[in-house]
């Protein structure tokens, strides 16, 4: 009967002894980098000024959320960027998903030509359409004066509104492929035998559509939109390498404004607690996105 104890003793130890090598390196690359950056989020730590630490509490939360203006337009930068990709993404991801569902001959490799984009990291995809966006000897500059569309040498982040565009832009171009990908499994989940009863009852491709596709594919958008949302709260390569910030602060993303107040102004207590209300924010817009989903399945049902 011992034997037969510690055997089972054994039996349910032994997971954890294979797993404690990647849980022990999870809790050290994971774990304590937050742990300690909230403990730092409470101090007021700055390189500026010193090593020392000085206990501050909610010191740092306060500032952010009620004083700091700077923060608080990167919050509205972040948000008038974020309203017209997820929209551009989210029609277009699915216009070109629905037009591969239909394709007979090719259709793996069209896909994987048009994923391209997403495959490329953002920093690269931004340095190259930063190099087409050139005033002088850009692409899009010379194509246009070639083709008589541009008289002059144009600067497409000589102001705030254009510097969004181009930015909206390069964003819609680099993440669409995965909305498409997203959207296009959806659709191919959809059984056929749904399509030939509308079809056989006489209903056209709209009525379809309507009827059938778009309600089975509204959870694939959901979940679609929220990963690119939680995705763009974290838009930062794009921002460093097309506008950096400018003109003035007017594409500051709070991303790239927790990075600047780190890295430039060296108050790492600071970003610590922007990098927190940051992941709070985000935690919250996702929560709200799935009441009001849940809202709407409760009314359809």
């Given amino acids: 009967m011992r034997g037969l104890a510690i055997a089972l003793k054994r039996k349910q130890w032994e997971p954890l002894a294979f797993a404690s090598p990647s849980l022990l390196l ?30 501050v509490g909610g010191k740092n939360y306060v500032e952010a959320l009620f004083k700091d203006q700077r ?41 994987a030509l048009l994923a391209i984009p997403a495959m490329v990291s953002p920093v690269m995809a931004a340095m190259a359409w930063r190099m087409m966006f050139g005033v002088k000897f850009g692409a899009i500059n010379n194509l246009g004066r070639q083709l008589g569309l541009l008289d002059v040498y144009f600067d497409w982040f000589a102001t705030p509104w254009l510097s969004i565009v181009s930015v909206v832009l390069v964003e819609v171009w680099h993440n669409t492929p995965f909305m498409m990908l997203v959207l296009l499994a959806g659709i191919q989940s ?69 990075y600047l107040v780190g890295f430039k102004d060296f108050r790492m207590s600071y970003a610590a607690a922007l990098s927190y209300v940051i992941v709070g924010g985000v935690l919250v817009l996702t929560l709200v996105f799935l009441w009001m989903q849940r809202i709407r399945e409760a009314k359809a049902g």
């Fill in 190 to 258: 959809i059984p056929q035998e749904l399509y030939d009863a509308a079809k056989a009852d006489g209903a056209r491709p709209w009525q379809s559509f309507w009827s059938i596709t778009l309600p089975l594919l509204k959870f694939t958008m959901a979940v679609g939109v929220m990963i690119r949302l939680i995705d763009l709260t974290k838009l930062f390569g794009l921002i460093f390498v097309l506008t950096y910030g400018g003109p003035g602060s007017s594409t500051e993303t709070v991303a790239f404004n927790t």
């Fill in 71 to 111: 923060f608080l337009g990167s919050v509205w930068n972040t948000a008038v960027i974020i309203a017209p990709s997820l929209a551009l993404e989210l029609l277009l991801g699915l216009g070109i998903a629905l037009l591969l569902s239909r394709a007979t001959r090719g259709r793996p490799i069209i896909t």
């Fill in 26 to 55: 999870i809790a050290l690359v994971i774990l304590f980098p937050l742990v300690y950056s909230f403990y730092l989020s409470l101090q007021n730590f700055d390189f500026s000024v010193g090593p020392e630490y000085e206990y």
